[in-house]
């Protein structure tokens, strides 16, 4: 495959790009970035419910006027990447496959992103590819930019460790995280389609409530990273669901290991993310409304009258949560430029 | 005014009520919420801006059939109590004039909630009557009903104490708070009429943000209460504005100063709220969806992976978190059933 | 069953009633208006899908603490009344067996609204129950309060037809309707539970659509209302969704067979609803926030620039569009005030 | 300011351009649109009431990283061309300025809509720059394509005369109209920022209205434009208001003056717009979802049982219902590809 990261010089399709998994939410939004992508060819969508079905009258403002297909990989030698958008559990052995094929592969599960295996089984169950777990590097690419410029199989965080790490990385790296609350808020789209009378329209109008509070499979993946940045702690991370559509907001509560002034904090996070172009250190407290379809992070760092460092990150779920990374690692797997495409 | 407390053996009113500042959300439906009350006569609704206009043009859902005047308390001797709905500082010289009057009073604003006049200077700036700050009754009422039905000057509190003392209240009648954090989220009406460009329906909506970080006002009153149940803590409070129109969630992170396990905590809270007719302690997590329009406040209770303990409290920021909670107090200090004309 | 209209002079319960089909949206809230009622008592709560779950689960805010059970008349001889609401087609069976019982029966369906069989079974397929047909009382209270007096079957009607014919009332008693364009909104509770995809939150949010455009089976049933007023007229009928949860707003553009000036057309439709409780004449257009969570019908009347009358009238689809005005109905039956337990 | 229509080989800046006006929601986003154009220079934003602002921090989300100033055309020499988006009757005034300056105005506000100065006068008062009219061409692209490219001021109709427009003109082109009802919907946004407590986000949240029922401004302009189509005829024009941010959905109900069947009817509509990018001819109503954040216009026609036509459409009513098409209006009259920077 190191030919394909070798883009025609005449500004040609950089690689052909199979999504599957393109009738869900994050899916079909990943099939629109690379469709209107100016490097990328989309060559096929999958899906295992809606074969048959074009995806610009699932999904009309995406206008992406493509057949849903079923997967079928014997016949795509034609694939350069892929981007694979199915449910935890089921990935990994098409994930699998598509390795098998010689393709790169984008991972939207959380199949490849705990590194422990154990713990994933805890969570999720019996591994489907774990002879691929090593090989596989975590897509927050901010974090993990110059492992991703290398890599074959990545495994793209989720909106909550994407909004949680980003907001919490430079106290991580600074190993100044003592204890962290995280009160994430996120918009209905995240829930995924389906989800039946709780997803439908008058069960989430003007309402709003957490969920999975005694334990959320994101605690152990957000622990990770944390821990890897350089100084874990004990997260404790409780998901809410508001009444809009597209959005994460992550609150973070941290007890540092030691006293840090407001001046200092702005200071660290400002100059930790100078260069990242789709990150912004905002002076107020950022608003889901700013970063909607877009692949912006914006956060806002103060501490409080009581010493407790507060950091704030708003992204949209489905992009810089989902689909908008998706692309932005892709950019880099293939030697393109990181925000072509989602900008 | 103590033949006031004698409600007419017969069922007739068994009060004359004032509501002054009719015109803003909360007073709104203060002053409904007395019109359709069994017990309660509404004798006059009084504003600062909207003089000449009839309370059913202003909120056509209250259905209130009344003019709204200026405030002339030269003339209302025939009244026998009052809900004032001022904005804090704008509301100490009118609850004087009206306790002068000889009318009880059930003040919404902030103004006689801070026992301690330095604390309120700080936060309010300087107090319009502080001769009657000993005499105010804390007006929470499964907190200090007792005291409410002495009471001459009730201090209601707002949304943000109300839904936060309310979930931490069993824990610190125990002395096990150690440390709290309070992500609380609130609706629009929260923020009271006017409001400019930021309340414009194009500005809120599918949005949600955090505001006043570093320190907001209800921290120190949060303190002060979960200190006299006997156990106070610091606390970290951060409100959020959510796209919704009613409705209060307090999602509260708490380190105990001992361990408790998931069961002695539930067994806690049903025992603490077993015969509070507004308040369910539920088995899952509250929405804001199933409190709107009532005064009930529904908790629940959990202890997370990492030990901490979640209480979530979920009311009508107008209703449980203002008015509601006003009529409530006014039941008690009338001798009247308590939950007469809300429930 | 004619003991049961004359209700206990000691004001107990004047009828003991049934709720069949109560965990969908309107049968809900009919069981929580007889619930809440303080003539009535709810003896029963029965579903086709959620036998065994408690209402106050499925529909929290309406805090009816009862079982939904399996509908089983053989041992149900203690029923004085009952509210159906089942799916169109399914409802005629259930309601002739409740009659059988001798039970007053009102039917939220359309089996009973249509009396001319053909046309019933043009749009809705064989009808259940045809010999039940023709002593059927449409259930549009306020204009045939009379009728429903001795009323022992009640087909109340839906949203589209109450809100339309409400609003054209007045001029089809006249005579003055010679064209009419029904361009009809309504909330999501509007289509039911269910619906999948097309009533996710995320499909909805932001959206507005009109939806069976060609043709909608409520034409024919307001064509039918309108002739027996006194005058018909050609009706084009469409429906449109809005992203909201409860609200019907129709609005009407007639070409009135002769000539009315606005002062006339107000003076018409104030005089028509004079003593009507629920029907309120407006000097603007209504807006469906006002109605909300009520049984009211709010009406506006006017003449534009090119001498069309357009008539506009706004109700919850879920009261006064269903279950409100089910009880208003069950009400007159049972000879108790019409507005009891609805007010 | 004929050299500005010959963009230069290399591709670079076809014009440096202006934005009037920008503050307000339409002006916002043309100051966006341009920025982003890749054959468009931003070169000044101004403002009434938010001078020395960042148009980022007023509209985070549109991402323009200027400040805004007053309006001074003394200095101005550098203006190719300019988007006016000022208030009615503001407007005439500065166009006629910066005509002056040679520029080529693109103005949104309705000043040279109207070709009627008496017209004008009536709905809008007095005219500020009545010698412009005549010179003017109504910027609704589909229809006026070929005059625009040769316009040196064009009159951008707003959202409700661009989705009747477009909905009727095949018809009216083919002298079908006979009588015609518009009743059309629009979000929020449409209203304008400003507007106080009636556009509160907690007025309009769950609620729908009509308004200005008894004559519209937008009905003579609409009638004038039907008239020029070929086949005029009396329209009865009721705007309503959405609880939703963008967006706008004529629902069209039309008697023609011959009969036509489903099949032609949709023939003439597809062969109409066979080639226009922007415009979709869809086989079920438009959704306002799908159009949102586009230029696009989606309709639908069909006829309902009792003969009359139904044609319905959706725009965003700030993009082709305003700047979107402001731009793809000036891209032609800069001699630039019609879609350029708005696809």
Avoid at 81 to 108: C, E, F, K, N, Q
Avoid at 249 to 261: D, K
């Amino acid at each position: 495959m190191s030919e394909t990261r070798v883009q025609p010089l005449d500004g040609g399709p950089a690689a052909r790009v199979l999504v599957a998994g393109a009738s869900g939410f994050a899916g079909a939004l990943a099939a629109q970035l690379v469709w209107r992508h100016p490097r990328l060819e989309l060559v096929g969508i999958t899906s295992r419910g809606d074969v048959g079905t074009r995806l610009d009258r699932l999904y009309p403002r995406y206008r992406v006027p493509m057949e849903l297909t079923e997967l079928d990989l014997d016949s795509r030698e034609d694939i350069d990447a892929a981007i694979v958008a199915y449910p935890h559990g089921a990935s990994a052995p098409t994930v699998a496959a598509l390795r098998g094929l010689g393709a790169l592969v984008v991972d939207l599960s959380a199949d490849f992103r705990l590194r422990d295996l154990p713990t994933y089984e805890r969570w999720y169950g019996e591994h489907g590819a774990p002879e691929l777990l090593e090989g596989a590097v975590y897509g927050l690419t901010e974090i993990y930019r110059d492992e991703l410029r290398e890599a074959e199989l990545v495994a793209t965080p989720g909106c909550y460790p994407t909004a949680s790490v980003l907001a919490l990385a430079p106290l991580a790296e600074e190993g100044l995280l003592a204890d962290v609350v995280i009160d994430a808020k996120q918009g209905v789209s995240g829930a995924g389609r389906g989800g039946g009378d709780e997803m439908h329209y008058v069960s989430m109008d003007e309402n709003a409530f957490a969920y999975r509070t005694e334990g959320h499979r994101h605690r152990p993946e957000i622990e990770q990273e944390l821990e890897a940045l350089g100084g874990g702690a004990p997260v404790t991370f409780v998901p809410h669901l508001l009444p809009l559509d597209q959005g994460e907001l992550a609150s973070c509560y941290v007890q540092t290991s030691e006293p840090i002034g407001k001046e200092a904090l702005e200071a660290l996070y400002r100059e930790r993310f100078s260069g990242e172009r789709f990150v912004r250190v905002l002076d107020a407290p950022p608003g889901l409304r700013d970063v909607r379809d877009s692949n912006e992070c914006h956060i806002h760092v103060t501490v409080e009258e009581r010493g407790r460092v507060l950091a704030f990150s708003a992204i949209d779920n489905l992009w810089k949560g989902a689909s908008g990374q998706a692309v932005q690692n892709l950019n880099l797997m293939l030697g393109l430029d990181e925000g072509e495409g989602i900008s």
